[in-house]
């Protein structure tokens, strides 16, 4: 195909990009890629009829919502590791263009894909909008529509770009990864914050602000006056001219910078490693690998930003209930974030399993490094925020809880580490983005859900052992910690002992394909939707409004905070908290039931 890009026009150039994306894209639909493509699609389109439907009976609030779909092109390509970037700027750095024309034929490539199209519908909502202010108002919102759209997807990539250039330091991804904790905790808590600035007026000014985005300015164009409304139109032209020069810019300046495939660079002689041998080696190895390896300080910073962030923000509003636990949710998110431990070295693997009986060593070094690099800053921030928080009741809680989930979680990542690998590109060859894995990003949420449900799970028995004795619930959790490090550490390196080369070559060369084998892609699509939206949400009747307001009761804590039953009357209460829980669990069977029903059920037509 490069042949053919050697003498196009602007035109031509873009008409090969969207035809190279688009077969990119068709060719590596399968399986479970599709099912979850689909799914995303479909409830894309849900929501973008849903921001139509609030353009019409709730404007008020169309601004918020298109912030909303501007912050997803924000924050999802910092969230994802740069974003999914199917064509590189490094293959086509050989082309004979300017940098501008290849940044404007990436740009119609970056089109080319179901994120444009289904916010594109979402943005539908500006002319919609605009019918309340006559034709004229039509005609702004459709303009409106495209030049936010465009602004959007350039914005989004500008990001990436940066994210390639810039992220070359341990300070550069650590702001990353606390740009993007913080980002999580205000989407999950922020609302904490908007009280404590006080509504009406928090209101008022946040409608001035929603207005002054990107997204906004669709809205401002239409309710401005018609003179105003072009200015606002030429203007949104401009900032996405100025977006493709920087981009233009940016992207021949990360094509001949020097990448060193994701590490800082080395000064001085290399420190040797310690006389040591077995699993204290293989912890030394992996300390450097967290020090040197950007993608893992970004996402340690990630986790404990977020601890740190969400407790602070519920403190706006005198609510210390979270302080106490600042530790034992950091625990929970190092762990998410390490769920892929083999897939983000690549076939270094090849390492461990030329050396006789090392298998063991490696799964026990990971876990000792990991439990180097989470347990001093968990312990730290539990026994800091109890003290500050002033909370007593949460002293139990805490020395029962910490042990738990640090076994735990040193345990369950290993263990999805060598029974759900999700293949990654060998770390020295990452391309310009050092915060691109080359992962299947969906895979690594997926791995990311199973440790946030996983690794609490985990501590259930030490949290019943608390409500029935503290003293008892703390030696419950200490030995619960212990039992999950070294029993699910045992399955670990068991299996890699079994099925190393099995590993080895699936982070080579892919899973092989199983022409025979149902996957969700199998499901009827209003089960498959059903299934995500299940995996999506679950989570929020189980725990935050099931488990937690549970053990307030049981507890005596009078705080109600945002937990639905303790605002309810006394007499409603429990009968909240068993439903919440009942659905919850519901879910979860959904979602797991429904796929495996699919596979037996196709076992049994096979057989």
């Known amino acids: ?172 991804a650590s702001a990353v990864g606390i740009v993007i904790g913080t980002a999580i905790a205000l989407c999950s808590n922020g609302w904490a914050l908007f009280v404590a600035l006080g509504g009406t007026d928090a209101a008022a000014w946040s409608q ?99 601890a740190i962030v969400t407790p602070l923000l519920l403190v706006t509003i005198d609510a210390w209930i979270m302080v106490p636990f600042t530790g034992l949710i950091a625990i929970v998110m190092a762990a998410a974030s390490s769920a892929n431990l083999y897939g983000a070295d690549g076939t270094a693997l090849w390492l461990t399993l030329m050396t006789p009986g090392a298998e063991r060593a490696d799964v026990r070094g990971r876990q000792l490094a990991w439990l180097l690099i989470v347990g001093p800053a968990a312990v730290l921030l539990s026994l800091a925020g109890t003290l500050v928080s002033g909370q007593a009741w949460a002293w139990p809680w805490v020395l029962g809880l910490l042990p738990a989930l640090l076994g735990g979680g040193a345990g369950i990542i290993v263990l999805l580490a060598v029974t759900s690998l999700v293949p990654g590109t060998d770390p020295h060859k990452r391309g310009g983005n050092p915060l691109s894995t080359g992962a299947d990003e969906t895979a690594e949420t997926s791995l990311a859900w199973l440790v946030l449900v996983g690794v609490p799970a985990i ?22 910690g212990v039992l999950s490090a070294w029993g699910l550490g045992k399955i670990a390196y068991r299996r890699l002992e079994s099925h190393g080369i099995d590993l080895l070559n699936l982070m080579k060369h892919g899973p092989a394909p199983q022409a025979d084998k149902p996957t969700t892609a199998d499901l009827p699509i209003q089960h498959r939707i059903g299934v995500t939206i299940s995996y999506l949400i679950a989570w929020l009747p189980l725990f935050p409004q099931g488990l937690v307001p549970m053990v307030m009761k049981i507890v005596g804590i009078e705080d109600r905070g945002w937990f639905l039953a303790l605002h309810l009357p006394p007499i409603w209460q429990w009968p909240t908290v068993i439903f919440m829980i009942a659905l919850g669990l519901l879910m979860y069977g959904y979602a797991i039931l429904i796929p495996m029903r699919l596979s037996s059920s196709s076992s049994a037509t096979t057989s």
């Open 208 to 306: 001035v602000l929603v207005r002054a985005l990107p997204s906004g300015w669709g809205v401002a164009a239409i309710e401005a006056p018609w003179p105003l409304a072009l200015a606002i139109l030429l203007a949104g032209a401009g900032v996405i001219a100025l977006l493709l020069a920087a981009w233009a810019v940016l992207l021949s300046r990360r094509v001949v910078s020097a990448a060193r495939g994701g590490m800082p660079t080395r000064r001085g002689a290399p420190r040797p490693f310690p006389a040591a041998s077995g699993a204290r080696i293989t912890a030394a190895k992996e300390l450097r690998a967290w020090w040197r390896d950007l993608v893992r300080i970004q996402l340690l910073a990630l986790a404990f930003s977020y």
């Open 459 to 480: 501590a259930l028995p030490a949290a019943g052992a608390i409500l029935l004795n503290p003293w008892a619930g703390i030696v419950t959790g200490v030995l619960t």
């Open 1 to 172: 195909m490069a042949h053919l890009l050697l003498t196009p026009g602007p035109a031509a150039l873009a008409q090969h990009m969207i035809r190279m994306r688009l077969a990119i894209m068709r060719n590596s639909l399968r399986g479970e890629d599709a099912a979850n493509l689909y799914t995303g699609v479909s409830l894309g389109v849900l929501l973008a009829f849903g921001t139509i439907a609030v353009a019409v009976l709730w404007p008020a609030y169309l601004p918020l919502t298109l912030a909303a779909w501007f912050s997803g092109w924000i924050f999802g390509p910092i969230l994802f590791g740069g974003g999914s970037e199917a064509l590189r700027p490094e293959y086509f750095s050989m082309l004979p263009a300017t940098p501008g024309r290849i940044a404007a034929a990436l740009l119609a490539g970056a089109f080319a894909g179901p994120a444009p199209a289904v916010n594109l519908i979402a943005l539908l909502s500006l002319p919609v909008y605009g019918w309340r202010f006559g034709p004229a108002g039509v005609l702004i919102g459709l303009g409106a529509a495209v030049t936010t759209l465009i602004t959007m997807v350039m914005i989004s990539r500008v990001i990436v770009a940066l994210i390639g250039l810039f992220v070359r330091s341990r300070a550069t």
